[in-house]
Nanobody, 125 residues
Framework: EVQLQASGGDLVQAGGSLRLSCATS????????IGWFRQVPGKEREAVSC????????RFADSTQGRFTISSDKVESTVYLQMDSLKPEDTAVYYC??????????????????WGQGALVTVSS
């Protein structure tokens, strides 16, 4: 059974940092790209970042470029999203998802096959 478990959400002050984790199981880690997306109630889901676990290629949304970094641990089958210089507008539920792909990754959420439950990130001003 494919599972993605997001964790690390918390309340943090503006300017602070958080690290989200996406622990995966039930599939061959290198066969999938992992993406992070976020959603505020009443708004559309927004891409945050993604990583191709086979080749390490990464992509970032314009809103997170330069502040967020993404990495993967093949031994732990886990992807991390390091979020620095957080802003109140980063407040959202963050989801990780898996897309079966040969290499690289996409920020198009409709390409992702499996989704985990969300992790709430709240950034206070």
């Amino acid at each position: 059974e494919v599972q993605l478990q997001a964790s690390g959400g918390d309340l943090v002050q503006a300017g602070g940092s958080l690290r989200l984790s996406c622990a995966t199981s039930g599939f061959t880690f290198d066969d999938y790209a992992i993406g992070w997306f976020r959603q505020v109630p009443g708004k559309e889901r927004e891409a945050v970042s993604c990583i191709g676990t086979s080749d390490g290629r990464t992509r970032f949304a314009d809103s997170t470029q330069g502040r967020f970094t993404i990495s993967s641990d093949k031994v732990e089958s886990t992807v991390y999203l390091q979020m620095d210089s957080l802003k109140p507008e980063d407040t959202a539920v963050y989801y990780c998802a898996a897309d079966r792909v040969f290499m690289g990754c996409t920020l198009a959420s409709n390409m992702y096959d499996y989704w985990g439950q969300g992790a709430l990130v709240t950034v206070s001003s």
